[in-house]
């Protein structure tokens, strides 16, 4: 069976409900489909420990702010849940959840959402799958020789699931210095391994600052002035309570990435090994766009060139939220609202 709405949008997390926000001030009739069986997106599948970046009230989707948690400044993933779970129902979004996108394909003057319970035709495509659900693992020699456990950020839960073992948190960004310090704050026998020495951010500096300066960085390249840097220039790792208290009590010791993973363990160009039982990689994402395939719009390192969130070869499709390439700080909660509205206008004007 064949359905038909003027807005297909792809994927019910954070920036699918953005989308849905403004399509529905826009007065177009859209369609959420969402692959996953409850709301919240990939917050649902965070470890037990991970907190914003920044309080509630500087953690909002567009038009309903974020009520803070009781006791926390920071607010927790399952905080976060229950506030997407509830914008969702304030707006009455039509999400369909248990919906896989497989493919996204022209259909004349339509474009055809294809899944397992049917298909959509659509004037217009939103693809706001994310990042979780594209897992980045690096090519280090040995990989697969390694007798002991591997997995990703996407699988670690709480240190609970090491009691007793050695690990290896591989990765100086966010997830690793986040893993780390709970690993190391329960006595998990731990070796942090980073490419380059670990950047502190101040211990006065959250997501609101990291906003304001990835904002700063896309007005100044917009106007064609010098690049300052965004994010990058202020450090790798927001200095969260936990990993406070692990680098301050001296538990967040970094060393440099090893060369290779052997049977047991790691190996370092010096010749130094350690032991190591599993070897949790915390080493990023990709964006989730593999059912935008049959559109053959990516370039040779697997790129969709767009223009603000719309892509540049196919104006009825917009990408939402993967990044500062299809807006700044759009990955997160409070930056994802500017370019779904942006994206929402730009639809709106195609089909009208």
């Known amino acids: 069976m064949t ?55 500087h953690s909002s989707l567009p038009g309903r702010p974020m009520p803070a948690q009781p006791g926390e400044t920071y607010p927790d993933a399952d905080h976060v849940v229950g506030y997407l779970s509830d914008y969702e129902k304030r707006y009455d979004l039509p999400v369909l959840r248990g919906v896989r996108v497989r493919a996204v394909r022209r259909d004349g003057a339509f474009l055809r959402a294809e899944t397992g319970e049917g298909a959509w035709r659509a004037r217009a495509v939103v693809s706001a799958t994310g990042t979780w659900w594209r897992p980045f693992l690096p090519a280090v020699p040995g990989r697969e020789a390694f007798r002991g ?146 559109l053959a719009l990516r370039g040779t390192r697997g790129h969709i060139i767009t223009d603000g969130t719309r892509a540049t070869a196919e104006p009825r499709l917009h990408l939402l939220g993967y990044g500062d390439w299809t807006g700044p700080a759009s990955a997160t909660l409070i930056g994802v609202g500017r370019p779904a509205r942006e994206a929402a206008r730009q639809i709106a004007d195609l089909l009208r």
């Open 3 to 57: 359905r038909r709405t003027d807005v297909v949008v792809v994927g019910g997390g954070q920036a699918g409900l953005a989308a849905g926000y403004h399509l529905r001030r826009q007065g177009l009739d859209f369609t959420v489909l969402d692959a996953q069986d409850a709301p919240g997106g990939a917050w649902r599948h965070a470890w037990n420990s991970l907190r914003l970046f920044s309080p509630a009230a």
């Open 149 to 294: 456990g591997q997995l990703h950020t996407t699988g670690y839960r709480d240190p609970g699931q090491f009691a007793g073992r050695r690990v290896i948190v591989a990765g100086g960004g966010n997830s690793g210095a986040q893993i780390a310090a709970d690993l190391a704050l329960a006595d998990v026998d731990l070796t942090w391994v980073t490419a380059r020495p670990p950047r502190f951010l101040a211990d006065d500096i959250d997501g609101r600052a990291l906003f304001d300066a990835a904002t700063a960085r896309r007005r100044a390249l917009d106007e064609g002035r010098a690049d300052t840097g965004g994010v990058a220039s202020l450090g790798d790792i927001v200095a969260v309570p936990p990993v406070r208290e692990a680098r301050d009590a001296g538990l967040l010791k970094a060393s440099p990435m090893f060369v290779r993973l052997t049977a047991d363990g790691a190996a370092w160009a010096d010749g130094t090994t350690t032991g190591a039982d599993t070897v949790i990689w915390c080493t990023g994402f990709r964006p989730a766009l593999s059912h935008l395939s049959p």
